[in-house]
């Protein structure tokens, strides 16, 4: 089983408006952490936000922030005012448990076109 | 400060062939990490470096791939008898500690066998 789905393949917004971008994972151990990141066509993969599972109160960076629904196991990141500069691609990804291996495990990510 | 550079960017070679693709990971960064990136994928974990030792390498495709960071700061990933399937992007992350969870990338290395 996936255990980072991003169902929407691709999105288009306008300029100034907020966007949300989807993210449902799957685990089973109670210590996860879960990220964002966007990948422009550079290629480049930049760090967004990060959620951690007992985090109390959601994530916010900036004009992102992290919709964390933990019995939905989902973690939307919501981009507010977009610019253009946020088209690009955006990867959710989980890393689970707290030591040991530390690897994230990504999804296949999603493109976001802001058009102006 | 300087992001974790990786070294070529670029890099065409023969099937058949032997690689080496360096990564040089942000200065006091403990951790560090090997990620490949198919087309159209997200990136796969390949290996996880805490200090000198390989922490983790079940990624590893096969035995073709092999990691080292012999320092514990640059990081070389090669391949041996490289197959037209190994062409990705060869992504590289450090972070200050294998319990920081922010991992930060470099730039790539584009892998194309031809």
């Known amino acids: 089983a996936q255990k980072i789905t991003q169902t929407q393949p691709g999105m288009f917004v306008q300029e100034k408006e907020a966007v949300t971008l989807d993210c449902t994972y799957d685990t089973s151990d109670p210590s996860y952490g879960l990220f964002w990141y966007k990948q422009p066509s550079s290629g480049e993969m930049i760090f967004l936000i990060y959620?951690?599972?007992?985090?109390?109160q959601n994530a916010t960076e900036g004009r992102y922030s992290l919709n964390f629904q933990k019995a939905r196991k989902s973690a939307n990141l919501v981009i507010s005012a977009s610019q253009l500069g946020d088209s690009a691609m955006y990867f959710c990804a989980m890393r689970e448990g707290q030591g040991g291996s530390e690897k994230l495990v990504f999804g296949k990510g999603m493109k976001l076109t802001v058009n102006p | 400060g300087a992001g974790v550079s990786q070294t070529p960017s670029n890099k065409v070679t023969e099937k058949g062939k032997y690689v080496e693709l360096r990564c040089d990971p942000i200065s006091g960064h403990t951790a560090l990490y090997w990620y490949r990136q198919s087309l159209g994928q997200g990136p796969e974990f390949l290996i996880y470096?805490?200090?000198?030792?390989?922490?983790?390498d079940s990624g590893l495709p096969n035995d073709r791939f092999f990691a080292v960071r012999p320092e514990g700061s640059v990081s070389t990933l090669k391949i041996q008898r490289t197959e037209r399937g190994d062409s990705a992007v060869y992504l590289c992350a450090s972070s200050l500690t294998a319990l920081e969870p922010t991992q930060y990338f470099g730039p790539g290395t584009r892998l194309t066998v031809l």
């Open positions: 470096f805490q200090g000198t030792g390989a922490a983790d």
């Open positions: 959620q951690g599972s007992y985090d109390q």
